[in-house]
């Protein structure tokens, strides 16, 4: 069964602190994982975007990891800010489907703290 | 300003009435869906439509009903047969459906909360 798996599910840090939250995922054929961050009342954006032959993207201060053989991805935020509270959601795609379907995770929820 | 739009953004519905939701997008493209998301899960697809005039169902499609008679619009009703449709709802656009590095990358509208009273 492709699953997407996230933790932690919720995530307290104090400002200007580093965290990383983890992704496993059994979709199979892979195509591509993406992050997103989703703001509260708002649609999901996307952050980053990774192909299986790559094992990290980086945007500003969100740095993406791919272990296409263990199937497992990290996001890591460097120096967090107050505006950096929001879900976090990892979405796999899977490949050789007329629709490309989009696997979502849970989401791990983020707060930053003054 | 090129995006996905929704409205309304807040949304009340008594019991057994049947109320829509817009989506329209304005970045030309083919392909359109609607997502369901409840607190402490993960998106669930209702419909998708590839083209105009043709939809498909999703996972939970039970109780909605979708059209797509223009390329930008992909309006969503929720009929009174949707047991439980207090949720948000998100609508979301891509260039095409199917695999690939980016083409199939989902750009989201900001939502519609639906609250059934």
């Known amino acids: 069964k492709n699953q997407v798996e996230q933790s932690p599910q919720s995530l307290i840090i104090l400002e200007g602190k580093n965290c990383t939250l983890q992704?496993?995922?059994?979709?199979?054929?892979?195509?591509?994982l993406r992050w997103y961050k989703q703001d509260t009342g708002r649609g999901p954006v996307s952050l980053t975007i990774m192909t299986f032959s790559e094992n990290t993207k980086s945007n500003g201060r969100y740095t993406a990891t791919l272990d296409a053989d263990t199937k497992q991805s990290s996001l890591h935020i460097t120096a967090s800010q107050l505006s950096d509270s929001a879900s976090y959601i990892c979405v796999v795609s899977g490949r050789g489907s007329t629709l490309g379907r989009l696997y979502f995770g849970r989401g791990t929820q983020l707060t930053v703290w003054p | 300003d090129g995006g996905i739009t929704q409205s309304p953004k807040y949304l009340f519905r008594k019991e057994g009435q049947n109320v829509t939701l817009s989506c329209e997008q304005n970045?030309?493209?083919?392909?359109m869906y609607w997502y369901r998301q409840d607190p402490g899960q993960g998106l669930r697809l209702i419909y998708y439509s590839q083209i105009v005039n043709d939809f498909q169902k999703g996972d939970i499609a039970e109780g909605y009903s979708v059209s797509r008679e223009k390329k930008e619009s992909f309006p969503l009703t929720v009929t009174s047969a949707q047991k439980n449709p207090t949720a948000f709802y998100l609508c979301?656009?891509?260039?095409?459906?199917?695999?690939?590095?980016?083409?199939?990358?989902?750009?989201f509208g900001p939502g519609t909360r639906l609250t059934v009273l």
């Open positions: 970045l030309n493209h083919d392909a």
């Open positions: 992704c496993n995922y059994t979709v199979s054929p892979f195509s591509n």
């Open positions: 979301a656009s891509s260039n095409r459906v199917g695999g690939g590095t980016g083409s199939n990358e989902q750009f």
